[in-house]
């Protein structure tokens, strides 16, 4: 009897640790997006928010003409930024009018990395495999 409750705890939990989702890595980002809406009092929102950000930010600044610059914002003032743009080859600052500016978007740091997420599910899927493994061999060992 009691060799027969082992065995059906060892299914039991087997099946509750292959159902459970352990391996998922679903990480939920949320970048802040500040727009200027029409008119000047949207303007001032959006430069006293700028001005607010510490330097070494990173940041996408999306541009009236639909050009967007992606980099680290080094100064704001109320009538320019100053963008080191983000390149395989190192480019000077940029200096971008606010009157040119349409929105602010922060750039999470690490950003998404495929590689990363497929090996922490790989290396969750891979543990939770040899634990039911294991445990069902100590099950039917007894």
Known sequence: MLNSVKKAMA????????TSGCATTRATRFAQ???APEGTAGRAVLVEYVQKLPPGTLIRVDLAR??????TLMKATDRSLFLQPKARISEGVVE???GNVVSVTLV???????GRAIGAGAAAGAGATLA????IIAAFND
Do not use: D
Request: aromatic share 4%.
């Open 33 to 35: 997006v500040t727009s």
């Open 132 to 135: 039911i493994f294991l445990i």
């Open 96 to 98: 971008v009018a606010m």
């Open 66 to 71: 639909g050009h967007s610059l992606r980099g």
């Open 11 to 18: 299914v039991l939990i087997s099946v509750a640790m292959a």
């Open 108 to 114: 999470p740091q690490g950003g998404s990395n495929l």
